[in-house]
């Protein structure tokens, strides 16, 4: 199949590498074009444009940053709504709230296309390997023709109601967990007077009911980064995952829910990214909160 795809960041340059890996004709745009360079060496195209990767694909998938760059990618010149979408398949992955995601499908559909939402949990490797979680928004014939491609992305796919339903649920899913790096910052000060090695310490941590199922990849990052050594490149760094945590207060505070935690975590976020973690990844944040001065 011929599958466009713009925002070669971290997220969506893995997803290139799977689309390529699994058979099809990828072409990719994005906004600093030397991202691409590593997609056409293991065989993508280059498009000069979102609205010219529309024409040049059957199906286009954005896998932007926030909604600021949703809206340059799709409204911006020569942006996806710029081209006649008729008989095109538009599938966007990135995480937003949901009234981005409802407006956006509006937009899509008043240009021709079929849209679905499909925001994911995993990170980088889920979808350099096709096991991401996907939170599909969509009207049942528009995600009925998604499907077989999506089936490729990921192990799992939810489809739970219309467009924005994917973000609502993608934003759920993903508070627990940002959640729980800061509270694991707090629980590892309260665990340092018992000058435990890290790597022990992170084990009897991660062997507990409170614990995520992401403690197992990240766990040995932590303990290392506790005993001094640097994190390795980010999957999904403090910048982002506040970008997400900020995504969920607003969404909260439209619902007219209260979210303290959300509302405790950023704080810690915040000032992890003032300390200059802002580029590393999101376990940055246990790591940065119980061994700041
Ligand atoms: N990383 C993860 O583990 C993970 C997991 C699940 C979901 N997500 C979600 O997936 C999305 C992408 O995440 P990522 O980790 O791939 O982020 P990333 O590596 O920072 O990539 C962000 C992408 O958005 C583009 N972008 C940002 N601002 C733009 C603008 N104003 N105009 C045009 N393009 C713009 C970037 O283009 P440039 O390269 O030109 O800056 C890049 O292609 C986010 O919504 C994130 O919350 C991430």
């Known amino acids: 199949m011929k599958v466009g795809l713009c925002g070669t960041g971290r997220m969506g340059s893995a997803l290139v590498l799977r689309l390529l890996e699994t058979g099809h004709d990828v072409t990719v745009w994005n906004r600093d074009m030397s991202k691409t360079a590593p997609l056409v060496e293991a ?25 600021d760059a949703i809206e340059a990618v799709y409204a911006g010149d020569n942006g996806l709504l710029k081209t006649d979408l008729t008989g ?52 049942d014939a528009d995600v009925a023709r998604a499907h077989p491609l999506l089936e490729q992305l990921c192990a799992r796919i939810e489809h739970v109601g219309p467009p924005g339903a994917g973000a ?37 941590l991660s062997n507990t009911s409170g614990t995520p199922t992401a403690m197992k990849m990240k ?5 290392s980064a506790l005993a001094g050594k640097p994190l390795g490149p980010a999957a999904f760094d403090v910048t982002a995952a506040r970008k997400d945590l900020t995504v969920m207060r607003d969404y909260a505070q439209r619902l007219g829910v209260s979210a303290p935690t959300v509302e405790a975590a950023l704080r810690g976020y915040d000032e992890a990214i003032a300390a200059g973690k802002g580029g590393e990844d999101a376990v940055s944040v246990p790591v940065y909160w119980s061994t700041r001065k």
């Open 43 to 67: 065989g993508a195209k280059t498009a000069p444009s979102p609205a010219a990767v529309a024409q040049a694909s059957e199906v286009v998938i954005s896998m932007l940053l926030n909604a």
């Open 88 to 139: 095109k398949l538009v599938i966007d992955m990135s995480t937003v709230l949901p009234e981005t995601e409802e407006k956006l499908a509006e937009r899509v559909r008043a240009a021709g296309g079929a849209y679905v939402e499909c925001p994911v949990g995993g990170t980088v490797g889920p979808a350099r390997t096709g096991k991401l979680l996907g939170f599909v928004g969509g009207a």
């Open 168 to 204: 609502r649920l993608k934003l759920a899913v993903n508070l627990p967990l940002l959640v729980y790096w800061q509270a694991l910052g707090e629980a590892l000060s309260l665990a340092k007077p018992l000058g435990l090695a890290p790597e022990r310490l992170i084990d009897i």
């Open 219 to 223: 766990g040995p990052d932590i303990a």
